[in-house]
């Protein structure tokens, strides 16, 4: 089935706190080293775009918090979430592909199709619980970020990165995580900045 309904949430009282909020959505910011990463992608001749998404999919699998949606009035538990991205579209645009997750890279590379440039712009946005939503602002190596919602009760994190940048000496790749706090709180995003980390120093397929 790829979940199970919890009857027992352990954030219960925080959840119904925070679903009556119109907006209960907030962000943080971060930057992630992408010297170690980035070598692998090269040596692969693997896209940059897709595999920051993959890899930081790798990190937050392990992290329970990250993968409690509400489904059909019930808090549910996946086994597995996906990555969904904004992808680019002819004229300047952009729409939305989604890729099945496994924990073999190689095999995730070989499998994902990324639309061609001269796609049309398809914004048919799959509303699932199973995904973790990406974009991209490859200009600008921000130092904030903040996505767009629809539904106070959605719990998939949307998840930008921006434009690697040098200092000190390393790589680094800035990182906005926008999380619904009616399921993830402070102590968890901690916990996925320290995975994150984990996964990019430690890259490999």
């Not at 059909?72 to 990555?83: A, K, M």
């Not at 914004?123 to 629809?150: K, M, N, Q, V, W």
Request: charged share 25%; aromatic share 16%.
């Amino acid at each position: 089935m790829g979940y199970r309904i919890v009857d027992d949430y352990y954030r219960s009282e925080t959840f119904e706190f925070f679903r009556a909020y119109r907006n209960p959505f907030y962000s943080v910011s971060f930057k992630l080293p992408f010297g170690r990463l980035k070598a692998l992608l090269d040596e692969r001749g693997w896209r940059v775009y897709l595999n920051l998404c993959y890899f930081f999919t790798r990190a937050v699998q392990p992290l329970e918090d990250f993968r409690y949606r509400l489904r059909d009035g019930e808090i549910v538990l996946h086994d597995v979430i996906h990555p969904g991205l904004t992808v680019p579209a002819a004229g300047g645009r952009f729409g939305f592909a989604f890729f099945d997750y496994t924990s073999d890279a190689a095999r995730f590379n070989a499998e994902a199709a990324m639309p061609p440039p001269d796609a049309g712009a398809d914004l048919r946005e799959r509303h699932s619980e199973i995904y973790i939503y990406y974009t991209a602002i490859p200009g600008i190596p921000f130092t904030g970020l903040t996505h767009a919602s629809d539904d106070p009760t959605d719990g998939a994190p949307r998840v930008g990165f921006g434009k690697p940048f040098r200092e000190g000496g390393e790589l680094w790749v800035p990182v906005g995580v926008q999380v619904n706090h009616a399921f993830i709180d402070g102590r968890a995003l901690g916990e996925l900045y320290e995975r994150a980390v984990e996964c990019f120093e430690s890259a490999e397929a």
